[in-house]
């Protein structure tokens, strides 16, 4: 069988707050975490886990204090800081629970904004737009500014940006935190869709077990240590 690449790697990762004062935190203990190429993987956790401070890291938002973190064969640890943003608007595709949409910019021109900052020529960058917003069901509201779409839609119009620039990866944080039940499993239906069909590799980060339980490995994080690794029902 042919071994898979791995896309995320993780050892000994640290994170602390404060550091070298009485008030130092240390939020994250430890993390070893593997994701491979075209794999779903959730970590799950409470409110306090540690799931945002690693997202964040995972995300190169932030640096860990200690530890090494390879992404898709770079050392983030060993990337000055506009070697960082290059990386997260080529590497990584977020989905953040708040959609982040741009406001007074239409639902086209959202999806075009990160292939305008990676230099990509205007009639190319329309039409990836175009085809993004297709593969998630909005082609009929391209030109509807965020404040005229439903959290879903906005949802939608988020993944279409995030996929705009065929990241590594896509980062998923509480993706559908935010959205009813129904509007939520749309945009569940829209990640499985991207996994299967086009080989995404997808970290999602959620408190929920049960949109946890929908991926193929399932991490449980508590107080800032791995404290669990099983399958899901992907495997």
Known sequence: MEERKNMIHLRGIKKRFFEGTENQIEVLKGIDLDVYE?????????SGSG????????GALDRASEGTYILDGVNIGRANDDRLSHIRNKKIGFVFQTYNLIPRT??????????????????????RAMELLELVEMQDRIKHNPDELSGGQKQ????????ANRPAILLAD????ALDSKTGR????????LNKEQSMTILLITHSPELAEETGRIFTLMDGEIIDERKGSLC
């Open 106 to 127: 239409n639902a086209l021109k959202n999806v075009e904004r990160p292939m305008l900052y990676a230099g990509t020529p205007k009639g190319e960058r329309t039409k």
């Open 186 to 193: 749309l945009i569940m239906d829209i990640f499985h869709r």
């Open 174 to 177: 509480e993706p559908t935190g």
């Open 156 to 163: 939608r119009v988020a993944i279409a940006r995030a996929m």
């Open 51 to 58: 799931k945002s401070t690693l997202m964040n890291i995972i």
């Open 38 to 46: 075209g794999e779903f993987v959730s970590i799950v956790g409470a």
